[in-house]
């Protein structure tokens, strides 16, 4: 895009958002209905505007966010309305119970039968069953009523192929686990064919989601440059490269476009932990690797004189490129948070090196003990704690020491990661060699089959969720932060990065387009 066409499109935008907050406030002072409200919020959110117009969502949820079960005398709300209440509340941050539940409900507790052919309540259900909470059980239940019924609306719906869309697209991954990026553009596409799309909403979605990829496309230059002028790849003819798929993480995680810095920080991390993850998993002999540790723990660049070529190689790229990063948080912001920085790696490498013994002492560890180091394995910690310092705009002594309160926040994120992680490479690893995954250790552990194995991993999974969920709430009550958000989309990424296949390590075709998809095709405009 060059910067004509730029400077155009801003001036477009500033006018389409003009209007749209002029819209905004029809919606913030009572002129319509709570159901609309309420679609039109989650509308602004999914076409990928939310951010801009976050305090004007929150003014609107402010007016409607009444108890569920004190909604407008004379109003009996749908299952929709109701479901659909639930999950924008929530996901916004407001405390509401599953109680409306209830009003559903015949007097035995199941569901009133005639629900079982409301499409648009059976989505909005499905949906919003996957805000809830581990001890929320009505909403786990609701989960497989809605998933169960939803199935036989696929049989009944041959000949609506915007249902069936719709069906399909829920059921395969759940509207709050879903990417951020890749969501706006194929909710953008599916909108356009809606009769009732708000225009003004649609161009101004289809240009934002334009102008934020030619930023990405600017950014991933930098980093290409970066990671070409370090050679890694050439200097270490055994590793991955991946930066495109480092890069992608990064989107996924933080996609706004005042946090280029963050991006760019978390790529590069991220670059680094897949190298130096190569030389931990198939080329460092044990020793080497304790050496190498012990280096890192101490922080000691005159320790590469005692270090093969390969890793003085890695140890320099870690030291200089975190020591840089930090230099640079700290001017800007006045707080050192190197100490911070070289701990995180130090505990990363400890949980790398443990697994690396495991494979030489081909030593399968019960599932609990191999989680334990595994959610530290995954490098979630270390991913997230650089997006905390760069995306915070000061970096205050209070700042650096209330991270450990984000201690549940970016386990349960790291668990999900693990745990996709190893539901896609876990037949790749054997074959590499490593005994532990969390599949490996549920079948050795119980002598079960790896079905069996899958299923339990897929009940953890969304156990994962539903307790990331509940620490993102009680964080969201304290202070909003990006990070708090932050977490929630690295759960979100991982799921995309996994979903078919290792997209990380072993990128198909299928993982190539979602990539190109989000960073490189733009989509078509063509509004008057």
């Known amino acids: 895009m060059n910067?004509?066409?730029?400077?155009?499109?801003?001036?477009?935008?500033?006018?389409?958002?003009?209007?749209?907050?002029?819209?905004?406030?029809n919606f913030e002072n009572g002129s319509f209905s709570t159901l609309e409200v309420l679609e039109h919020i989650d509308d602004i959110d999914?076409?990928?505007?939310?951010?801009?117009?976050?305090?004007?969502?929150?003014?609107a949820l402010d007016t409607i966010i009444t108890p569920i079960d004190e909604v407008n005398v004379g109003h009996e709300e749908s299952l929709h309305e109701a479901s659909l209440r639930f999950r924008i509340l929530r996901q916004h941050g407001y405390n509401v119970s599953q109680d409306f539940?209830?009003?559903?409900?015949?007097?035995?507790?199941?569901?009133?039968?005639?629900?079982?052919?409301?499409?648009?309540?059976?989505?909005?259900?499905?949906?919003?069953?996957?805000?809830?909470?581990?001890?929320?059980?009505?909403?786990?239940?609701?989960?497989?009523?809605?998933?169960?019924?939803?199935?036989?609306?696929?049989?009944?719906?041959?000949?609506?192929?915007?249902?069936?869309?719709?069906?399909?697209r829920s059921l395969e991954v759940p509207l709050f686990h879903r990417m951020l990026r890749e969501e706006a553009r194929c909710y953008i596409d599916a909108y356009n064919k809606r009769q009732d799309a708000n225009l003004l909403l649609l161009e101004l979605a289809t240009l934002d989601f334009n102008m934020i990829q030619a930023t990405?496309?600017?950014?991933?230059?930098?980093?290409?440059?970066?990671?070409?002028?370090?050679?890694?790849?050439?200097?270490?003819?055994?590793?991955?490269?991946?930066?495109?798929e480092c890069f992608f993480c990064a989107v996924g995680m933080v996609f706004e476009p005042q946090y280029r810095s963050c991006r760019v920080g978390i790529t590069k991390a991220y670059a680094l932990v897949t190298v130096i993850d190569d030389i931990y998993d198939i080329y460092g002999s044990l020793d080497e690797l304790e050496m190498f540790t012990d280096a890192v723990k101490r922080w000691d660049i005159n320790a590469i004189e005692h270090m093969p070529e390969y890793l003085q190689v890695a140890f320099k790229a870690l030291?200089?490129?975190?020591?840089?990063?930090?230099?640079?948080?700290?001017?800007?912001?006045g707080e050192d948070i190197l100490p911070i920085l070289v701990k995180v790696w130090a505990e990363l490498f400890e949980a790398f090196l443990l697994e690396a013994k495991w494979t030489h002492d081909k030593h399968i560890p019960t599932l609990e003990v191999y989680l334990d180091n595994a959610w530290r394995s995954v490098s979630g910690v270390v991913l997230l704690t650089h997006g905390y310092f760069l995306c915070n705009q000061e970096i205050s002594k209070d700042v650096v020491e209330s991270l450990d309160m984000y201690h549940d926040l970016?386990?349960?994120?790291?668990?999900?990661?693990?745990?996709?992680?190893?539901?896609?490479?876990?037949?790749?690893?054997?074959?590499?060699?490593?005994?532990?995954?969390a599949i490996s250790c549920?079948?050795?552990?119980?002598?079960?089959?790896?079905?069996?194995?899958?299923?339990?991993?897929?009940?953890?999974?969304?156990?994962a969720w539903r307790k990331l969920i509940k620490v993102h709430m009680a964080c969201t009550k304290h202070l909003a932060n990006p990070f708090i958000d932050m977490a929630i989309n690295l759960a979100r990424i991982s799921l995309c990065t996994y979903q078919y296949g290792d997209g990380h390590g072993a990128p198909d075709a299928q993982a190539n387009d979602q990539v190109s998809s989000v960073i490189i095709e733009p989509l078509m405009y063509n509004y008057s």
């Open 3 to 25: 910067e004509h066409v730029q400077i155009n499109c801003k001036e477009k935008m500033r006018e389409l958002e003009k209007n749209v907050i002029a819209m905004n406030v």
């Open 46 to 59: 999914r076409l990928g505007l939310g951010y801009r117009f976050r305090n004007h969502i929150r003014r």
């Open 101 to 168: 539940l209830r009003r559903f409900k015949d007097s035995q507790g199941g569901f009133i039968g005639s629900l079982q052919t409301d499409v648009e309540g059976l989505l909005s259900l499905y949906e919003a069953s996957h805000l809830g909470f581990m001890e929320e059980s009505e909403l786990r239940e609701s989960t497989q009523f809605a998933r169960e019924h939803l199935l036989k609306q696929l049989e009944c719906r041959e000949n609506d192929a915007q249902v069936l869309e719709r069906i399909n």
């Open 216 to 244: 990405l496309k600017t950014e991933l230059k930098e980093v290409s440059k970066w990671w070409e002028n370090m050679g890694l790849a050439h200097k270490l003819g055994f590793v991955r490269d991946r930066l495109m």
């Open 319 to 333: 030291y200089n490129t975190t020591t840089e990063m930090s230099s640079y948080t700290s001017i800007g912001q």
């Open 410 to 437: 970016m386990k349960w994120s790291s668990v999900i990661f693990r745990l996709y992680n190893d539901w896609a490479t876990s037949l790749g690893e054997i074959e590499q060699g490593k005994t532990a995954n």
């Open 442 to 463: 549920y079948m050795h552990e119980h002598d079960v089959s790896e079905e069996v194995a899958r299923k339990h991993i897929k009940t953890l999974i969304d156990e």
